[in-house]
């Protein structure tokens, strides 16, 4: 609507359709696209894409130990990171609160659930770090993806 009669890319809206699908199965909720989580969420997805594919990216696979120890611009990734951890953490708090065992809303309360049910066996596997890491990769890999079969 906004574009009127002129031309426009639709990557970016079809990006931020995919992502809202994928953000609304794992937190269990859709989000506007004007919101600022939403942006914040997506830049930081689409910062650590940008970086990956650089010869900085590709430099710090190869040395992370020595890299880790230079100015750069991976250190704003993992700034960003941080906070994309600590806001999913965040989330499942809120939800553990008042967790329905038995119905199970979306991916961070099934993952609860689940962590719950196994927590004696495997520990390492059903942690929170790993929560937050899978909900995080899901955002990932959904932006990626959509974003690569758009370019073909």
């Not at 990216?57 to 990734?77: A, D, K």
């Not at 004696?120 to 959509?146: M, R």
Request: hydrophobic share 30%; charged share 25%.
């Amino acid at each position: 609507r906004k574009h009127g009669d002129s031309a426009f890319n639709p990557k970016e809206l079809l990006c931020n359709a995919v992502s809202n699908i994928i953000y609304s199965i794992v937190f269990g909720q859709r989000l506007d696209y004007d919101d600022n989580q939403f942006k914040f969420l997506l830049s930081v997805i689409d910062h650590y894409f940008r970086f990956l594919s650089s010869s900085n990216g590709q430099l710090y696979n190869m040395f992370p130990w020595v890299c880790q120890h230079l100015p750069g611009p991976h250190h704003q990734l993992f700034e960003g990171h941080r906070k994309l951890r600590e806001y999913v953490k965040k989330e499942a708090d809120q939800r553990l609160e008042n967790l329905d065992r038995e119905s199970p809303r979306d991916y961070i309360e099934a993952f609860l659930v689940r962590m719950e049910e196994v927590r004696q066996g495997f520990p390492q596997l059903y942690s929170g770090h790993n929560q937050c890491h899978l909900a995080k990769q899901k955002c990932e890999c959904n932006k990626k993806c959509t974003t690569a079969g758009l370019q073909k």
